[in-house]
């Protein structure tokens, strides 16, 4: 991959195809605050693999809440897409008088889910992710918005805020991947970026390609992604997937859920790092 090859050719076209431009999802979307100690908000996106986005986020609260972290999701899949209630249907559930979806864990945080909006509606603004029912326990919180379909709905978010993209490690995903970060770097101030890779390559061919396209977007827009790691999916994530159960929870040797479990180590890390080398003077 080079400047002339892959993502950074055709930027503009790749944009406008993969991009759309409906004006609803302009609407601005701001960090949420409930009344807790410390929440940690992420945005969370896989373009052009929604079934991938439900499975991050499912595997990754979960990691969260082994870790001690409360986590409160809000999903936004499209019409046709998975949902993350879908996702974690094989656990034990129930829904709060706030509307919530809880899951009930023994021994783990809260995990809270909420609903969100379909492709086409406008996404929540300030005050309306719900607080109510969320205790101020002293605890760092995590706030995870998933989000699939037009990466115009990330437009609206506030300075310093933090994006974590999965994609696959073909040139074509990586270069749909390039554009998402470039349109979102020309938008949001002081922008985080995190990767995680997935596909048929081993480790290390995936991070030698994740250091080039690093370098390739630290060059052309300003901002280093933060590569969290990969991983090659097997017989267990599909299982996983088809049976609504995130791959964590299984006992089962499987290559891919350790490398989840690492990836959602180093997304810890990230956030306790010092991010002043994450933007490229």
């Not at 890779?197 to 030698?208: K, S």
């Not at 859920?257 to 002043?276: K, V, Y």
């Amino acid at each position: 991959m080079d400047d002339t090859q892959g993502p950074v050719r055709g930027l503009e076209q790749v944009a406008r195809f993969y991009l759309s431009d409906n004006q609803e999802d302009r609407a601005g979307l701001e960090q949420h605050h409930p009344s807790i100690d410390t929440l940690r908000t992420v945005f969370v996106c896989a373009p052009g693999s929604p079934k991938m986005r439900t499975f991050l986020l499912a595997n990754l609260c979960l990691e969260l809440a082994r870790n001690r972290h409360p986590v409160i999701i809000r999903d936004h899949p499209g019409d046709t897409e998975p949902s993350l209630e879908q996702m974690m249907k094989a656990l034990p559930t129930r829904h709060t008088p706030e509307g919530l979806l809880k899951v009930c864990l023994y021994g783990l945080p809260d995990i809270l889910i909420k609903a969100g909006d379909s492709a086409g509606q406008r996404l929540p603004s300030r005050g309306e992710e719900p607080s109510a029912g969320i205790p101020g326990t002293g605890s760092e919180w995590f706030s995870l918005v998933g989000l699939s379909g037009s990466i115009e709905r990330l437009k609206g978010m506030g300075q310093g805020s933090k994006v974590t993209l999965m994609s696959r490690d073909d040139p074509m995903s990586l270069l749909r991947c390039y554009a998402c970060i470039h349109v979102l770097a020309t938008s949001v101030p002081d922008l985080y970026v995190s990767l995680i890779l997935h596909g048929v390559g081993d480790p290390p061919t995936m991070l030698r390609r994740s250091q080039l396209f690093s370098e390739i977007v630290s060059r052309k827009c300003g901002v280093r992604p933060r590569y969290l790691g990969s991983f090659v999916p097997d017989a267990w994530l599909e299982h996983s997937i088809n049976e609504g159960k995130p791959l964590v929870l299984f006992h089962e040797a499987s290559p891919a859920r350790e490398q989840m479990i690492t990836i959602a180590d180093q997304f810890l890390l990230w956030f306790r790092e010092d991010h002043s080398e994450a933007r490229v003077p």
